[in-house]
């Protein structure tokens, strides 16, 4: 077998920048295997990608060493276009990489740009709009189509031009389950085929099939292995920012033999050497009674006035003082349109919404935003200030408070969100999970006694993630109730109390966390799946929602 | 001049020039409806806190984009005429003139296509920059729909030159917010992206600026308030003197 | 809501070539430019209502109703002040008002409202992409096609980032409501800022997607619309010119104007 792709030395600095991106990467890809690539933001996991089809240094300028081929091509020596030829590239961004008005033009453009003859072209996008299941969507705008549906059509376009290799830059960070689910599919097809395949992707699950795994960390290589190698060594993926595989983090606490990578392997493992026995479940009926209501969802249905479809149908919802509460389904299944009634941003088209028993259609938006706060999913949608001190201190402005309570406001603010000195940073230099931040602080400033927070960590590495929800933790138990939305089934469970399963516009399951996660029945109704750890708990019998408390409940068996 | 033909041969100036013209487009339909001054012909433009930013920041992409993104508020406006031929003139000029003048306009400009927003000259520069491109576009337009006999000169000439300074004036804010960030993180300020080779010299820069501010203000003046009999000849005059300022630049 | 106003529909204009549906239209636009008299005008307006009803485009009219009938009352109000007549009807100081200047602005109007109804016909049996490859063919050069058209696919994509900003900056308390114009103005700035970044963030992404895709701007491509003129499309155009010949002949020779200088 050939060698696909062959990194020698490579380091590269973008011009302008401070550090080096890359620096001294060494490795190959050969022909016909899958290779994937793990570590933290800012690893050089993008760059390293873009270092296959001449982006880098062609498209980015900067400091070039080293060597990259491709199939025997010097990169560096070649034009984009013509590396096209041989290197497929999907981009993690799913809005950004469409470009067409139609599903069928947008697998045209590359073939349009290799001059091929039009029966060619008919040809192929019917092959491959049909290899990622969107053959009865050419007529479609890309623009209305689901994140999973675009992502699979830039798939399509770039596979369309047939290339060597495939290169695949988190194709499935900003997509909900459902939609992760059928990109994944659609690369493991490639995979069985022994296409040339180079995926760069945050979660484990993804790399188990994988013939190597390489780990960045600070634009160096810190492992390439097999991956039962690689995603066993707890003490490197931590330090590389990379979520461990949670059957091999907790085989190791308990001290027992062998590292599962899957909830199969490790029931397998448990039986053959007898390590535990598994018990029924037992959870206590009863919910835990939660402080008086503060927001309260009484029945409420929803149209939007553009599209038939209902998005809310009968929809109650009782928040109490003191919670933390996790809203989840797939996109479309309504969880946003139901945040957006708890502080009034979208109406009832039936029903009744009421804070702390006063309808919310009668109190004024200025007052609304003293006790629900609500922070966006994308940070960029707010942040417009030069300094973050301005931009959090917006809302108070508005609200026409004086310059020293306002001073004050956002020094505690800031404070809570962990960004104390940076009241003088320019917001948009920040990186996306300090913006995500600073989104939260400016809605902390007001002092919400509700502050509802969609996808709070999508977009971010693991190390993000767990700092944005453990601050969350801590606000928490400073006396907020907390709501998010959430695609993240660990983080549901690891930080939320309760948890509502929303599905075409319904509630289908309201429920003390652990006692949601031990429905495995109805989350799959609701294309959803606890995590690896809850469905080995859910078998086992533990209660346990985290790592640490299932070790101690087993080892007290 | 040469940078408004050679940037077609640059991605990411073609790709700013889509997003030029969709921000603009998206902005003009939003509000379109919004407060209507002449229906059918124009509105309270909001969206015209956006072509001068544009201009400053992109060159020769924001001429073309706010050219297009006129052209496609026309369509999705249902407002698509023979009026937009002109519509897309003078949005043309709208994005060209602050660029192309910024470094020309002497002794007023001091040939730095940098912003340095320190000091006297930023403010200035940019305020009678301002308003001469929005007279420069509201003479052009007004003189073709009084050719298709659409709407009176005087009338369209005073809206869009007031409407069109206001909102540019506005934009400084924006210009203030955004400068820094498209510099450093986005590295998308022009003269950065074009190949430098690509981006050529001025027939005659300065007198091609000064004609244009003689042809953008006489023609708006004289047109609309001092000769108004003549205001037709006045219009076809002064989009004439414009035009060629232009091309000089 | 659907800002594209093209209708999916199978009428015999659905099938012409978009390059007769280019050039046909801006023979259209010459009818009404024709004349000023507003009987003339009004015929070309009602044939174009007719054309509308054939090219099942009277749904988008209906759409646009209000803008139609204000066209016609605001042109007939403004006109009369500006254009001058022989027969005074009534004047105040230095305003008069003539016959002629009346039905002068009443023409313009309906003028104003029949290049609309042409374009909305146009709007409706015209996809973007055939509008862009119409374009294309008649040798627009392809860079700059292919930023119209990428812009036409933007524009959903950033009105929809604008109403979340909007969401956004007002959940956290922005008034839009109050103020005159240049507080108004500065609200806009929260908006405004967000928008342009996120949009233009979108831009190195953008390049990057094109030039991995084999995009190269001034290279030779084949395209996978094909377009092709067919009877059809010559029997349309040849109507067309004649009537546009046909209207040009009326004017010279006299008819059809009641300010024959204007």
């Given at each position: 077998m050939?060698?696909?792709?062959?990194?020698?030395?490579l380091?590269f600095?973008?011009a302008g920048?401070?550090?080096p991106?890359?620096s001294?990467v060494?490795g190959?890809?050969?022909?016909?295997s899958f290779?994937?690539?793990?570590g933290h933001?800012?690893?050089g996991k993008s760059?390293l990608?873009?270092?296959t089809n001449a982006l880098v240094p062609?498209?980015f300028?900067g400091d070039?060493a080293g060597r990259?081929?491709?199939?025997g091509?010097?990169?560096?020596q070649?034009?984009v276009?013509?590396?096209?030829?041989q290197?497929?590239?999907?981009l993690?961004?799913f809005?950004?990489?469409?470009?067409?008005?139609?599903v069928?033009?947008?697998?045209?453009?590359?073939?349009?740009?290799?001059?091929?003859?039009?029966?060619?072209?008919?040809?192929r996008?019917d092959r491959?709009?049909r290899?990622?299941?969107l053959a009865?969507?050419r007529?479609?705008?890309?623009?209305?189509l689901?994140?999973?549906?675009?992502q699979?059509?830039a798939?399509?376009s770039?596979l369309a031009?047939?290339p060597?290799?495939?290169?695949?830059?988190e194709?499935?960070t900003?997509?909900?389950?459902?939609?992760?689910e059928?990109v994944?599919s659609?690369?493991?097809?490639?995979r069985?085929?022994?296409?040339?395949?180079l995926?760069?992707d945050h979660?484990p699950?993804?790399?188990?099939?994988?013939d190597q795994?390489?780990?960045?960390?600070?634009g160096?290589i810190?492992?390439?292995?097999?991956p039962?190698?690689?995603?066993?060594?707890l003490a490197?993926?931590?330090?590389?920012?990379v979520q461990?595989?949670?059957?091999v983090?907790?085989?190791?606490?308990?001290?027992?033999?062998?590292r599962?990578l899957t909830v199969?392997?490790a029931?397998?493992?448990?039986?053959a050497?007898?390590l535990a026995r598994?018990q029924p479940?037992?959870l206590?009926?009863?919910?835990t009674?939660?402080?008086?209501?503060?927001?309260?969802?009484l029945?409420?249905?929803?149209?939007?006035?553009?599209?038939s479809v209902?998005?809310?149908?009968g929809?109650?919802?009782r928040?109490?003082q003191?919670?933390?509460?996790?809203i989840v389904?797939?996109?479309?299944s309504?969880?946003t349109?139901?945040a957006k009634?708890?502080?009034?941003?979208?109406?009832?088209t039936?029903?009744e919404v009421?804070?702390?028993?006063?309808?919310l259609?009668?109190i004024?938006r200025?007052?609304?935003?003293?006790?629900?706060?609500y922070?966006?999913?994308?940070?960029?949608?707010?942040?417009?200030?030069n300094?973050v001190?301005?931009?959090?201190?917006f809302?108070?402005?508005m609200?026409?408070?004086d310059?020293?309570?306002?001073?004050?406001r956002?020094a505690?603010?800031?404070?809570a969100?962990?960004?104390?000195?940076y009241?003088?940073?320019?917001?948009?230099?920040?990186?996306?999970?300090?913006?995500?931040?600073v989104?939260?602080?400016s809605?902390l400033?007001e002092?919400?006694?509700?502050i509802?927070l969609d996808e709070?960590?999508?977009?971010?590495d693991y190390?993000?993630q767990?700092?944005?929800?453990?601050?969350?933790?801590r606000?928490?138990?400073?006396?907020?109730t907390?709501?998010?939305?959430?695609h993240?089934?660990?983080?549901?469970a690891?930080?939320?109390?309760r948890?509502v399963?929303m599905q075409?516009g319904?509630?289908?399951?309201?429920?003390?966390?652990?006692?949601a996660f031990?429905?495995?029945?109805?989350?799959a109704q609701?294309s959803?799946r606890?995590?690896?750890?809850?469905?080995?708990?859910?078998w086992?019998?533990t209660r346990?929602?985290t790592?640490?408390?299932?070790?101690e409940e087993?080892k007290?068996? | 001049m040469?940078?408004?033909?050679?940037?077609?041969?640059?991605?990411?100036m073609?790709i700013l020039?889509a997003v030029c013209a969709?921000?603009?487009?998206?902005?003009l339909?939003?509000f379109?409806?919004a407060?209507?001054?002449?229906?059918?012909?124009?509105?309270?433009?909001v969206a015209?806190?956006?072509p001068?930013?544009?201009?400053l920041l992109?060159?020769?992409?924001?001429a073309?984009?706010?050219a297009?993104g006129?052209?496609i508020g026309?369509?999705f406006g249902?407002?698509?005429g023979?009026?937009?031929?002109?519509g897309?003139?003078?949005n043309?000029?709208?994005g060209?003139l602050p660029?192309?003048m910024?470094?020309t306009?002497k002794?007023l400009?001091?040939?730095?296509?940098?912003?340095?927003?320190?000091g006297?000259?930023?403010p200035v520069?940019?305020a009678?920059?301002?308003?001469?491109?929005s007279?420069?576009?509201?003479?052009?337009i007004?003189?073709w729909?009084?050719v298709?006999?659409l709407v009176?000169y005087?009338?369209l000439?005073?809206i869009?030159?007031?409407n069109d300074?206001v909102?540019?004036?506005i934009?400084?804010?924006?210009?203030?917010?955004?400068?820094?960030?498209?510099?450093?993180?986005l590295?998308?300020?022009?003269?950065?992206?074009m190949?430098?080779a690509?981006?050529g010299?001025?027939?005659?820069?300065?007198?091609?600026a000064w004609?244009?501010?003689?042809?953008?203000?006489?023609?708006?003046?004289?047109g609309?308030?001092?000769?108004?009999?003549?205001a037709?000849?006045?219009?076809?005059?002064?989009?004439?003197i414009i035009?060629?300022?232009?091309?000089l630049? | 809501?659907n800002?594209?106003?093209y209708?999916?529909?199978?009428?015999?204009?659905?099938?012409?070539?978009?390059?007769?549906k280019?050039i046909g239209?801006?023979?259209?636009?010459?009818l009404?430019?024709?004349?000023?008299d507003?009987?003339?005008v009004?015929?070309v307006?009602?044939g174009?209502v007719?054309?509308g009803?054939?090219a099942?485009?009277?749904?988008n009219?209906?759409?646009m109703?209000?803008?139609?009938l204000?066209?016609v009352l605001f042109?007939s109000?403004?006109?009369?002040?500006?254009?001058?007549g022989?027969?005074?009807?009534?004047?105040?100081g230095?305003?008069e008002v003539?016959?002629?200047s009346?039905?002068?602005?009443?023409?313009?109007?309906?003028?104003?409202?029949?290049?609309v109804a042409?374009g909305?016909?146009?709007?409706?049996?015209?996809t973007?992409?055939?509008f862009?490859?119409g374009?294309?063919?008649?040798?627009?050069?392809?860079?700059?096609?292919?930023a119209f058209?990428?812009?036409?696919?933007?524009v959903p994509?950033?009105?929809g980032?604008g109403a979340t900003i909007?969401?956004?900056?007002?959940s956290?308390?922005?008034?839009?409501?109050?103020g005159?114009v240049f507080?108004r103005?500065?609200k806009?700035?929260?908006?405004?800022?967000?928008?342009f970044?996120y949009?233009?963030?979108?831009?190195?992404?953008?390049a990057?997607?094109?030039e991995?895709?084999g995009?190269s701007p001034?290279?030779?491509?084949?395209?996978?619309?094909?377009?092709?003129?067919?009877?059809d499309?010559y029997i349309?155009?040849?109507?067309?010119a004649?009537?546009f010949?046909?209207?040009?002949?009326?004017r010279?020779?006299?008819?059809?104007a009641?300010l024959?200088?204007l």
């Open positions: 050939g060698v696909a792709v062959s990194f020698e030395n380091s600095t973008y920048a401070p550090r991106s890359l001294g060494s190959q890809v050969d022909e016909g290779v994937v690539i793990m933001e800012g690893a760059t990608c873009y270092a062609r498209f300028r070039y990259v081929t491709v199939l091509t010097e990169v560096a070649s034009r276009a013509d590396m096209s030829r290197v497929g590239l999907v993690q961004d809005e950004a990489q469409l470009f067409s008005t139609s069928e033009l947008e697998v045209a453009f590359g073939l349009e740009n290799m001059c091929l003859p039009r029966e060619e072209m008919e040809q996008i491959y709009l290899f990622v299941g009865d969507m007529r479609r705008e890309p623009a209305s689901s994140g999973g549906q675009k699979r059509l798939i399509a770039v031009m047939e060597r290799v495939l290169v695949m830059d194709p499935t900003d997509l909900d389950p459902a939609g992760r059928e994944l659609v690369a493991d097809t490639l069985q085929e022994r296409r040339t395949l995926v760069v979660d699950d993804a790399a188990i099939e994988a795994v390489w780990l960045m960390r600070e160096q810190a492992a390439q292995g097999s039962r190698q690689v995603l066993t060594d490197l993926l931590e330090a590389c920012g461990p595989p949670s059957t983090a907790l085989f190791e606490a308990m001290g027992w033999p062998g599962p199969d392997e029931i397998a493992l448990i039986q050497h007898g598994p479940l037992t206590d009926a009863a919910a009674a939660a402080g008086p209501a503060i927001v309260e969802v029945d409420v249905d929803h149209v939007y006035p553009t599209r209902e998005a809310l149908r929809v109650s919802l928040i109490g003191g919670e933390f509460l996790a389904g797939q996109n479309g309504g969880k349109t139901l009634h708890l502080n009034g941003l979208l109406r009832p039936r029903g009421l804070l702390d028993g006063r309808p259609q009668s004024r200025t007052e609304i935003a003293q006790h629900v706060g922070v966006f999913q994308n940070p960029d949608h707010q942040i417009f200030a300094t001190r301005e931009e959090v201190a809302g108070l402005k609200a026409g408070l310059p020293q309570t306002i001073e004050e956002v505690e603010a800031l404070a969100v962990g960004l104390t000195g009241e003088e940073e320019v917001p948009f230099t920040l990186t996306k999970g300090e913006r995500q931040r989104a939260v602080a809605v400033a002092r919400p006694r509700v509802i709070p960590t999508t977009g971010l190390r993000h767990r700092s944005m929800m453990e601050m969350l933790r606000l928490h138990r400073q006396g907020h907390v709501v998010i939305i959430t993240s089934m660990w983080v549901a690891e930080y939320a109390e948890m399963v075409g319904r509630v289908l399951l309201d429920a003390p966390t652990r006692a031990a429905r495995e029945d109805v989350l609701a959803l606890a995590p690896a750890l809850l469905r080995l708990g859910n086992l019998g346990a929602l790592l640490a408390d299932m070790v087993l007290a068996r | 040469t940078a408004v033909l050679t940037m077609w041969k640059n991605t990411r073609i020039v969709a921000i603009y487009a998206a902005a339909i939003a379109k409806t407060i209507p001054l002449i229906p059918g012909i124009t509105e309270v433009r015209n806190i956006f001068m930013v544009f201009s992109f060159g020769p992409a924001a073309w984009g706010t297009i006129n052209l026309d369509i249902g407002t698509l023979l009026g937009s031929i002109f897309f003139v003078g043309f000029l709208l060209y660029y192309a910024w470094t306009l002794p400009a001091n040939g730095e296509r940098a912003i340095t927003f320190a006297w000259r930023f520069l940019y009678v920059l301002a308003f001469v491109s007279a420069a576009c509201g003479v052009v007004a003189m729909l009084q298709l006999g009176p005087q009338v000439s005073t869009i030159t007031v300074t909102a540019s004036l934009g400084v804010l924006l210009l203030l917010a955004v400068y820094g960030v498209v510099q450093k993180q590295r998308l300020l022009w003269w950065e992206v190949d430098p690509d981006i010299q001025p027939i005659a820069g300065t007198v091609g004609l244009v501010v003689v042809g953008a203000v006489a023609g708006w003046i004289l609309a308030y001092l000769f108004t009999g003549q037709l000849i006045i219009g076809i005059v002064a989009t004439v035009l060629v300022g232009s091309a630049l | 809501m800002i594209f106003l209708l999916d529909e199978n009428t015999w204009f659905h099938r012409l070539d978009p390059r007769t280019i239209v801006l023979l259209l636009f010459g009404p430019l024709a004349f000023n507003p009987r003339y009004g015929a307006a009602l174009l007719a054309l009803a054939a099942k485009a009277l749904p009219f209906w759409r109703r209000y803008l139609l204000l066209l042109s109000v403004l006109w009369p002040f500006f254009a001058k022989p027969t005074p009807l009534w004047s105040w230095p305003l003539s016959r002629e009346l039905l002068f602005g009443i023409a313009m109007g309906l003028r104003l409202a029949s290049f042409a909305l016909i146009f709007l409706s049996t015209t973007n992409e055939e862009t490859q374009l294309i063919r008649l040798r627009l050069p392809y860079p700059v096609a292919f058209s990428t812009a036409l696919r933007l994509t950033f009105a980032a909007v969401q956004a900056q007002v956290r308390g922005l008034d839009l409501e109050s005159n507080q103005g500065r806009f700035i929260p908006l405004a800022v967000p928008l970044i949009a233009v963030r979108h831009t190195n992404l953008l990057m997607a094109l991995s895709r995009f001034l290279a030779q491509r084949t395209w996978y619309v094909q377009l092709r003129m067919r009877r499309d349309a155009l040849a109507v067309l004649t009537l010949v046909a209207a040009v002949a009326l010279l020779a006299g008819y059809g009641v024959p200088r």
